[in-house]
């Protein structure tokens, strides 16, 4: 009976691949009545989906489609695009991606001034969420902003941004003084040279690159992480070979990942009743295939290369329950680098990390049985954010080498290169540091 359901949804499939509609759907409605089992049943709601014109009975075919596997990627997809969450004129062809078109590219930014003097406004890690302007010191609430939502994984992998990162330089025109100036391919806010107008970039409406969903607002000044690195300096006993550039605010991306589905394994124990009947030879090994389910939320991935060494360290010390929808406000007079680790590639390491931890501890979660063999087919990305993390970062020449220091810009935790606690004499060093910070 089953291999009958497969014929006809087969036979259904190629009528409906032909544009035979009609004679589609009487082979699709019959496999239905027919099939056995889930698989067969999920893959011809599906394909009657594909042949259903109106709109109802379509939604009704993907979402009978879903109900019987969740993560069939193709139902996900066509069903974005009936609720409008999908433009289908943006679905690529994941075998032959387009080609990252070559010079400047025309974005669009926005523009952030006092609306009492017309001074520039900042954002001010007060605490208060808030911009103020850096002339008259008016203030403007951000508010407390909506809970983070994360997108759908095949959603954005059926568009070119899932799979592309910036290689383009950004071209600007200043609605203040109306100046046209370019901004680096890796960062998305700034300001303009001529009147220092800030301006943070709407990557809402670019069609190639993802949008941050989440921020961390910075909730430490320049002068609380200056006190932060002189302290740490200290305590570690390092002298730093010539002077310290102040520390610069940055926010770094990261990428978090919801992994599911399951990790197939198979193990081998031995033959009960083979054991029973004699045990002066060797015993009977019995095979089992099974599946351990994955769960696995806010899988952290950097989503910048240039600083991920250093910054791995630092991310378990944010709090990312803390973490704000996005908003541009947010950037304000703050540098923001974007990311060049792409959504697609950042998912495959989420994916490898999942694996490799399940398979490792797979014994232990099993009551140590004899494991032959794992299977990562069956693991799924399920849905992914892209986040702004706040740092501080300088450098520290030491050692006859700089090193690279980052400061979470949200808690004061340290992270760098250097070996910590390093024993040196300590006599005067704090004002040694102090006046290597000095102007």
């Avoid at 006092?114 to 900042?122: A, F, L, N, Q, V």
């Avoid at 100036?181 to 690159?209: G, H, M, R, W």
């Avoid at 399940?358 to 009551?367: A, F, Q, T, V, W």
């Amino acid at each position: 009976m089953n291999d009958y359901s497969k014929d006809l949804l087969r036979n259904g499939i190629i009528e409906a691949k032909a544009g035979n509609r009609e004679t589609a759907r009487r082979y699709l409605d019959r496999a239905i009545y027919m099939a056995g089992s889930h698989d067969v049943l999920a893959e011809a709601w599906f394909w009657l989906s594909e042949v259903s014109s109106e709109p109802v009975e379509k939604r009704k075919a993907l979402e009978n489609c879903l109900a019987l596997d969740m993560q069939h990627a193709r139902a996900r997809r066509a069903l974005a695009i009936v609720d409008g969450k999908l433009n289908a004129d943006e679905i690529i062809n994941p075998n032959q991606l387009p080609a990252t078109p070559e010079g400047a590219r025309q974005s669009d930014a926005q523009r952030f001034m006092c609306p009492k003097c017309g001074g520039r406004m900042s954002f001010a890690p007060d605490g208060q969420q808030r911009l103020v302007c850096d002339y008259c010191s008016r203030g403007q609430n951000l508010g407390a902003g909506e809970s983070v939502n994360e997108k759908d994984f095949i959603v954005a992998m059926a568009t070119k941004r899932g799979h592309g990162k910036p290689l383009q330089e950004q071209v600007f025109q200043c609605k203040g003084c109306g100046a046209e100036f370019i901004l680096p391919p890796k960062q998305i806010s700034t300001a303009c040279v001529y009147c220092d107008s800030p301006y943070v970039v709407n990557l809402e409406k670019a069609k190639d690159l993802l949008a941050p969903d989440g921020i961390i607002p910075y909730a430490l000044d320049q002068k609380h992480a200056i006190k932060i690195l002189i302290d740490w300096v200290k305590r570690n006993g390092i002298k730093p070979e010539k002077k310290v550039e102040l520390p610069r605010g940055l926010y770094i991306p990261l990428w978090t990942f919801d992994v599911g589905g399951a990790v197939e394994y198979t193990y081998e124990y031995v033959d009960p009743e083979d054991q029973s009947r004699s045990r002066n030879r060797q015993p009977r090994m019995i095979r089992t295939t099974d599946q351990y389910p994955v769960m696995v939320d806010d899988l952290p991935i950097p989503a910048a290369r240039k600083l991920s060494g250093v910054f791995v360290k630092l991310i378990p010390s944010f709090d990312m329950k803390s973490i704000k929808q996005y908003d541009s406000r947010f950037l304000v007079n703050w540098p923001a680098e974007i990311y060049d680790v792409p959504m697609a590639d950042a998912s495959l390491d989420a994916r490898s990390q999942t694996y490799i931890k399940y398979k490792r501890e797979l014994p232990h979660l099993l009551n140590n049985v004899s494991i032959v063999h794992t299977s990562s087919a069956n693991l799924l990305i399920e849905s992914f954010k892209l986040n702004l993390l706040p740092v501080w970062m300088t450098e520290l020449s030491f050692d006859g080498r700089e090193h690279l220091l980052l400061i979470n810009g949200q808690s004061g935790v340290v992270a760098s290169d250097i070996v910590e606690n390093k024993k040196e004499e300590e006599g005067g060093l704090w004002n040694f540091i102090s006046d290597l910070f000095d102007e």
